[in-house]
């Protein structure tokens, strides 16, 4: 029988201190005398690892740091299960993710506000974009923030083989790139923009969840494993949360103005589910009392990605330079603050480019870096020189699903993501794969490549490219979509325009989940300028002026 106690009251509780949930926190307790308690399943976010950025690759086998979710076997992925690592300390996936400061272009968000969303086009979400944003570089300056919380910076590491790469995508027609941030100028080669700052990780809390913790207003609670949303009727009124450590201790904490998840698209749709909303046939399957029936879990997406490897010859690549000698040079360059491989994003380059010259804008995202990885997955590196050049969908078709196996709050739910399942998602799929062999191919990169590897050379039909993607892909850990914003009316939607659950009162969901649609991008800065948006509706602050005059 588990023990109860310490039943508190704050004026919000956040579920999670992830990408959204520290954003939240941090402009929550900007107001005076306001309180917020975070509950956070995992530990402290005191590993170094974590914030040396090199560290990632650690980081992604870590059990003690990381939700090591696999996926259910299906056709697009040959029968495999996809490992599916997500953040579980302070700071959530920011703490452990590429780093990578990726936007997407303004069609996703315009179809978001299409989709009924009010105040949710490019031009008012920019000035979300914006505040959280600390850009340190080039940039449109109605377009970047300057002065926010999250510095995002660009390289300062060359390798030359990224330099051939990238002019090799130029040699083939796709141009270099400026700014992939603007909005309306995504298409081109070059490097990526990165939270990472003066060799270090800038997770967001470091930048927003410790900062706001000075206020002496919020009260951050780690191993504290949300179980149950309490309810009152029909109106949220706290959360029942159990320590992760001994599994046993029960507590209570209590909302006098809001219940607040953030706990990313898989846990917040589970905790969800536990608390009676979602689908009234998943719930009776795992015997929970239907309190709202909702679509909650559906609609899930992922970027399935595909790594095309290739051997590298007459340079060193990050393969040699992460072992025995040279590994310790690095470490003594980034100790002396000097660029070092030890302070880099896993991916370095990017493309954007289109899957069929009739589109106006682009329908693939490529990552290029002078590395590579044993079996073409993000783990160990070879012990061969190098590249990779990977590649995924903007904005898949195929959805799948979330749906909690039972009550038990420590067991995972079934994750289905249906990867390739849409034809659509296929075609593309292929176009991306033949384009990124192309660009190993290049008479620029000729001078390095020394052979394929993955696939092989023998792969040539849409039949063998499918296998390959099928057998070798893998997520790039973009989950979105359990929670899906749109209006009532939508029986596809799970929250509001203002993020509050249908048919509740007192609970709004705030993470990557709320996406109606796969941004073109990696999700990170999204999620964040979604908590930032989130949190003046809930602060009942008018929205910031909308950024007009941008060219479309
Ligand atoms: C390996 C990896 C690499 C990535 N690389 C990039 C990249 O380079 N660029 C980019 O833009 N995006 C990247 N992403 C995606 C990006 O990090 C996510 O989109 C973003 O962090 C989502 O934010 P979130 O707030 O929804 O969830 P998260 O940041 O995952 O935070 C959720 C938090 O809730 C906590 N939680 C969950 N359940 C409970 C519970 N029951 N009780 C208490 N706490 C709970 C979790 O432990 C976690 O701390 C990557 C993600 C991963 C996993």
Redesign the pocket.
């Known amino acids: 029988m588990a023990e109860q106690r310490n039943v508190d009251t704050f004026d919000y509780v956040i579920?999670?201190?992830?990408?959204?949930?520290s954003v939240l926190a941090h402009r929550l307790t900007e107001d005076p005398g306001i309180t917020v308690c975070v509950?956070?399943?995992?530990p402290p976010d005191r590993h170094p690892y974590i914030h040396v950025p090199a560290g990632?690759i650690k980081m992604?086998f870590n059990p003690n740091y990381t939700?090591q979710f696999q996926t259910e076997p299906g056709e697009g992925t040959a029968g495999r299960r996809i490992p599916t690592?997500?953040?579980?300390?302070?700071?959530?996936?920011?703490s452990?993710?590429?780093?990578?400061?990726?936007r997407g272009q303004r069609a996703d968000f315009d179809n978001w506000a299409q989709r009924g969303n009010r105040g949710w086009g490019y031009v008012d979400v920019l000035p979300y974009f914006k505040r959280t944003e600390r850009r340190i570089g080039i940039g449109d300056d109605r377009i970047h923030g300057r002065s926010g919380n999250l510095p995002v910076t660009d390289i300062d590491w060359i390798h030359p083989v990224c330099e051939a790469f990238i002019d090799g995508a130029a040699g083939m027609g796709i141009p270099r790139c400026a700014d992939y941030n603007s909005g309306d100028r995504q298409e081109g080669v070059g490097y990526f923009q990165r939270a990472i700052f003066k060799g270090y990780r800038h997770s967001?809390a470091r930048v927003f969840l410790h900062p706001a913790r000075r206020t002496g207003r919020l009260d951050v609670r780690t191993d504290?494993?949300?179980?149950q949303v309490l309810f009152d009727g029909k109106r949220a009124t706290g959360i029942r949360?159990i320590d992760d450590r001994d599994r046993t201790t029960e507590y209570r904490v209590f909302a006098r103005r809001e219940v607040i998840l953030?706990?990313?698209?898989v846990?917040?749709a589970?905790?969800l589910q536990l608390s009676g909303v979602g689908p009234a046939s998943v719930l009776q399957d795992i015997g929970v009392p239907v309190l709202a029936d909702l679509p909650v879990g559906e609609n899930f997406r992922d970027h399935y990605s595909a790594r095309i490897v290739a051997r590298v010859k007459n340079v060193r690549t990050i393969n040699e330079m992460a072992r025995g000698m040279g590994l310790a040079g690095q470490i003594a360059r980034w100790m002396l603050g000097k660029p070092s491989i030890l302070a880099l994003?896993?991916?370095l380059v990017h493309w954007f480019w289109k899957s069929d010259d009739a589109l106006d804008f682009p329908d693939l995202q490529g990552v290029f870096s002078p590395a590579s990885y044993r079996q073409g997955f993000v783990g160990l590196l070879d012990e061969f020189p190098g590249m990779t050049c990977g590649v995924w969908q903007h904005r898949p078709e195929s959805t799948g699903y979330v749906h909690a196996r039972s009550t038990d709050?420590f067991t995972d739910p079934v994750i289905q993501p249906n990867y390739l399942k849409d034809p659509m998602d296929r075609r593309v799929m292929l176009a991306g794969m033949r384009l990124a062999r192309r660009l190993l191919h290049t008479p620029e990169l000729a001078a390095y490549f020394d052979g394929d590897v993955l696939p092989g050379p023998e792969v040539h039909s849409d039949d063998e490219w499918l296998d390959f993607a099928r057998r070798y892909g893998s997520t790039?850990?973009?989950?979105?979509g359990t929670a899906r914003m749109g209006p009532a009316s939508d029986p596809t939607a799970v929250v509001d325009d203002e993020l509050r659950v249908h048919g509740l009162q007192a609970l709004r969901v705030v993470?990557?989940?709320v996406m109606p649609n796969m941004p073109s991008?990696?999700?990170?800065?999204?999620?964040m300028m979604i908590?930032e948006k989130a949190s003046d509706l809930i602060r009942g602050r008018p929205p910031l002026a909308p950024v007009e005059g941008i060219a479309a």
């Open positions: 579920v999670g201190s992830g990408a959204a949930g509950l956070e399943c995992g990632f992604l939700w690592t997500q953040g579980r300390t302070l700071g959530g996936s920011s452990i993710n590429g780093m990578i400061y990726n967001a504290a494993r949300a179980a949360y953030s706990c990313g698209t846990n917040t589970k905790l994003s896993p991916s709050p790039a850990y973009h989950l979105i993470d990557a989940s991008a990696n999700t990170y800065c999204s999620t908590a």
